[in-house]
């Protein structure tokens, strides 16, 4: 059975960058850590490390036990991308800072993890976090998420593989929406559910 990671080792997991899983530490703390399983060093210079899936595993179960966004006043630095209809969720400059470094990290960790470098096509993190890199692609682009007392977008899970569905208020704004999300590496196409209705964007990140 494999040990738990040390305090010391935790700390560093947890300190990792929320999006791209950039780690800081000392040599010693990430040789450590890649001995395990729970990081990698990047080929390509600067030589950076992330964590490996187990690594976000581990940080993902942390986090659970931590205060949430909607938990969290403030400031407090704790990022999470909106998916819309979060009840209580805080707005204003802190929080454009906020989503312009994450989807920055981002960028940086598709030119890292990306075979060909390349920033316009998502990477294996977005692919493995669909819900999330769809929300934050939009949130980066401007579009505002549905929250108590605003119309917006609703980025959602689907049975179907690597896709989620985006709800909107309206055609212009499923429209909008179709864009920023194309305009970041997406592959959207516009449907009605049967049942409802309802139009939504069924967007998958594309790969070539």
């Not at 040789?31 to 210079?45: N, W």
């Not at 950076?48 to 400031?75: C, M, N, W, Y």
């Not at 979060?86 to 989807?103: F, K, L, N």
């Not at 929406?177 to 305009?183: G, H, I, K, P, V």
Request: aromatic residues 6%.
């Amino acid at each position: 059975m494999t040990r738990p990671p040390t305090a010391a080792q935790r700390r560093v997991i947890d300190a990792a960058d929320p999006v791209t899983g950039r780690l800081r530490g000392t040599e010693a703390q990430l040789a450590v850590l890649v001995k395990r399983g729970l990081a990698f060093r990047h080929p390509r210079p600067p030589h950076d490390h992330f964590l490996t899936p187990a690594g976000h595993r581990i940080r993902e179960e942390e986090a659970e036990k931590a205060p949430t966004v909607e938990e969290a006043p403030s400031g407090t630095g704790v990022f999470s991308a909106r998916v819309g209809g979060e009840e209580d969720a805080y707005d204003g400059p802190g929080r454009v800072r906020e989503v312009h470094s994450a989807w920055q990290g981002l960028l940086e960790m598709r030119r890292m993890t990306n075979p060909d470098g390349a920033v316009e096509r998502p990477c294996a993190w977005e692919r493995a976090h669909l819900v999330r890199a769809a929300a934050l692609a939009l949130e980066a682009a401007g579009q505002r998420p549905a929250g108590p007392d605003a119309d917006g977008y609703r980025v959602r899970a689907t049975p179907q593989p690597e896709a989620v569905a985006v709800y909107g208020p309206d055609g212009a704004a499923l429209r909008a929406y179709a864009a920023s999300l194309e305009r970041a590496g997406w592959q959207v196409g516009e449907y009605t559910e049967p049942r409802t209705r309802v139009r939504y964007l069924l967007a998958s990140p594309r790969r070539v």
